[in-house]
């Protein structure tokens, strides 16, 4: 496994491209969001899929989540209409996964079997961006839950030290808060609140 030291606020270039380069080989990473830290594969990624899907014991029925950069890449992997796409626009970037209908371009087996939706998020930390910059494309995201633990892992020591065989990259950021996103279910014509995390998003629900 490589460990990048990257910097929070202001990320190094060289070590961005480094761990971008990890993600165009179809290997898996864990590196810091605006909540905390995050597993994270390159759309279509095959192993790195299944190497997540073994770590958190996930089912064919988990939603996954699309990390995108900003808005403009949307279109290509969810369908909404004007009236949605403003909402999101008021409430991004954000601690906000947004659970929204997929379109046919959305791999089948991101997409949620039965309800055909996928979840999109655009975060504002800076490493995050990097990475999405160098990338040129989304990346699909799923938080650091272990199997039968509780808590989510916010010191990169400890990550490194119970995961260190399992996957392929570990940008280490420093410790991070441990809040949870927000996950908003924008599939019906009113917004309803899956769970209530990190950012207030009382105003999408008047």
Same mark, same amino acid.
């Given at each position: ?30 590196? *810091? ?12 990624? +095959?192993? =790195?899929?299944? /190497?997540? #899907?073994? &770590? ?38 954000? *601690? ?12 089948? +087996?991101? =997409?949620?079997? /039965?309800? #055909?939706? &996928? ?15 160098a990338m040129d494309e989304p990346i699909l995201t799923s ?35 441990? #809040? ?27």
């Amino acid at each position: 496994m490589q460990v990048f030291y990257i910097h929070p606020e202001n990320p190094q270039p060289r070590l961005i491209e480094q761990a971008a380069e990890l993600l165009r080989k179809d290997q898996l990473i864990i590196y *810091p969001t605006d909540t905390s830290y995050a597993f994270g594969c390159r759309l279509g990624a +095959k192993d =790195a899929l299944e /190497k997540l #899907k073994h &770590i958190r014991e996930l089912d064919d029925k988990h939603q996954f989540t699309l990390l995108c950069r900003d808005l403009s890449e949307i279109a290509n992997y969810a369908s909404v209409d004007n009236v949605q796409f403003k909402q999101l626009k008021a409430h991004t970037p954000a *601690p906000i996964t947004f659970i929204l209908n997929a379109t046919k371009d959305v791999p089948k +087996k991101l =997409a949620h079997p /039965k309800k #055909k939706t &996928i979840g999109i998020r655009v975060p504002s930390n800076p490493i995050a961006q990097a990475l999405l910059e160098a990338m040129d494309e989304p990346i699909l995201t799923s938080s650091l839950v272990l199997p039968n633990r509780d808590d989510i892992l916010d010191d990169p020591f400890e990550i490194e030290e119970l995961l260190s065989n399992q996957i392929d990259g570990l940008i280490n950021a420093g410790i991070k808060t441990t #809040k949870l996103t927000t996950i908003v279910d924008m599939t019906s014509s009113q917004p309803e609140i899956i769970r209530q995390g990190a950012a207030d998003v009382s105003s999408l629900l008047l």
